[in-house]
């Protein structure tokens, strides 16, 4: 239960409203999340999100990008939108440099969800990689890499932010199983189900879930608890989720994902979850 977001901080902004744009503070850094299809920025999983960010990360002005208007068309439209939608996002960085000398767009986070991961990478790339990072919450698959890979410049990439990580929670399934940030995450080794998916009497926010949206789902669940401190989502550096599992990697680095990330560790990490929330164990002392 965290404090709801009051008036004061929580307003709309629309390219050309100069007055609500002067609002964001100056000394603040901005993070920016997009939400994927057929969401939209008012879904109480997305107002969530905006709140469970901007408790734990108050030295940030932290928005929601709303494009519900184009994701609620059916998945060929929705994502052919992306473009449009980093190109909306581009621009928003871009009226904030103009605005403000002291705003650099090298201190933007800004954070995806699915087809938002990919919208995330297209306006990072409009804005030459230069962004401080961008957070991919399970890239989706259909039309970006399956069933072919498209060239990067039209999905995300390590290239549109000076740091990307990516989680990885539905491989091969409506998300990507593809390496395309400096620090991938797969938990579970990033494939359906995820623990917190699995059909359990003895869980029932799993009864009548399906597997494979729920567990694409997850990336966002996981990102939102990583967001306190008192639980770091981290993974070990592995070659593979085979080789993690079976303890060839014990002595390997560890990253850390999420918000709290230290934007060091390179590379493909794995760690296992519980099947309820917290998902992880509390450990209070972790740096990375």
């Given at each position: 239960?965290?404090?709801?977001?009051?008036?004061?901080?929580?307003?709309?902004?629309?390219?050309?409203?100069?007055?609500?744009?002067?609002?964001?503070?100056?000394?603040?850094?901005?993070?920016?999340?997009?939400?994927?299809?057929?969401?939209?920025?008012s879904k109480q999983w997305v107002q969530e999100m905006l709140i469970t960010w901007t408790h734990f990360q108050p030295s940030y002005d932290v928005c929601i990008v709303d494009w519900g208007h184009l994701s609620q068309d059916d998945y060929k439209a929705a994502s052919g939108s992306i473009f449009q939608v980093g190109l909306?996002?581009?621009?928003?960085?871009?009226?904030?440099?103009?605005?403000?000398?002291?705003?650099?767009?090298?201190?933007?986070?800004?954070?995806?969800?699915?087809?938002?991961?990919?919208?995330?990478?297209?306006?990072?790339?409009?804005?030459?990689?230069?962004?401080?990072?961008?957070?991919?919450?399970?890239?989706?698959?259909?039309?970006?890499?399956?069933?072919?890979?498209?060239?990067?410049?039209?999905?995300?990439?390590?290239?549109?932010?000076?740091?990307?990580?990516?989680?990885?929670?539905?491989?091969?399934?409506?998300?990507?199983?593809?390496?395309?940030?400096?620090?991938?995450?797969?938990?579970?080794?990033?494939?359906?189900?995820?623990?917190?998916?699995?059909?359990?009497?003895?869980?029932?926010?799993?009864?009548?879930?399906?597997?494979?949206?729920?567990?694409?789902?997850?990336?966002?669940?996981?990102?939102?608890?990583?967001?306190?401190?008192?639980?770091?989502?981290?993974?070990?550096?592995?070659?593979?989720?085979?080789?993690?599992?079976?303890?060839?990697?014990?002595?390997?680095?560890?990253?850390?994902?999420?918000?709290?990330?230290?934007?060091?560790?390179?590379?493909?990490?794995?760690?296992?979850?519980?099947?309820?929330?917290?998902?992880?164990?509390?450990?209070?002392?972790?740096?990375?």
């Amino acid at each position: 239960n965290y404090p709801q977001v009051d008036d004061e901080t929580h307003f709309d902004l629309q390219l050309g409203d100069l007055k609500a744009f002067h609002r964001l503070r100056s000394h603040k850094r901005v993070a920016l999340f997009l939400h994927g299809w057929r969401d939209e920025g008012s879904k109480q999983w997305v107002q969530e999100m905006l709140i469970t960010w901007t408790h734990f990360q108050p030295s940030y002005d932290v928005c929601i990008v709303d494009w519900g208007h184009l994701s609620q068309d059916d998945y060929k439209a929705a994502s052919g939108s992306i473009f449009q939608v980093g190109l909306t996002v581009a621009a928003i960085v871009e009226s904030l440099e103009a605005i403000n000398p002291r705003f650099s767009r090298k201190n933007v986070t800004i954070a995806g969800f699915s087809l938002g991961a990919h919208a995330a990478g297209f306006a990072g790339s409009l804005l030459k990689g230069e962004l401080e990072q961008i957070i991919a919450l399970d890239p989706a698959a259909p039309m970006f890499t399956m069933p072919t890979i498209v060239a990067p410049k039209y999905r995300l990439d390590e290239n549109d932010a000076q740091f990307v990580q990516v989680l990885h929670t539905s491989s091969g399934t409506l998300g990507t199983s593809l390496k395309c940030g400096h620090a991938d995450f797969y938990p579970n080794g990033g494939t359906v189900p995820q623990p917190n998916c699995q059909q359990s009497d003895q869980i029932p926010e799993t009864r009548n879930r399906n597997p494979i949206s729920c567990s694409h789902s997850t990336a966002a669940v996981f990102f939102k608890q990583s967001m306190d401190p008192t639980y770091p989502f981290l993974g070990t550096h592995c070659d593979s989720y085979t080789d993690f599992v079976n303890g060839h990697c014990v002595h390997s680095h560890l990253g850390r994902f999420g918000v709290h990330s230290k934007q060091l560790n390179h590379g493909n990490f794995y760690f296992i979850t519980e099947p309820e929330e917290p998902y992880v164990k509390p450990v209070s002392t972790a740096r990375r």
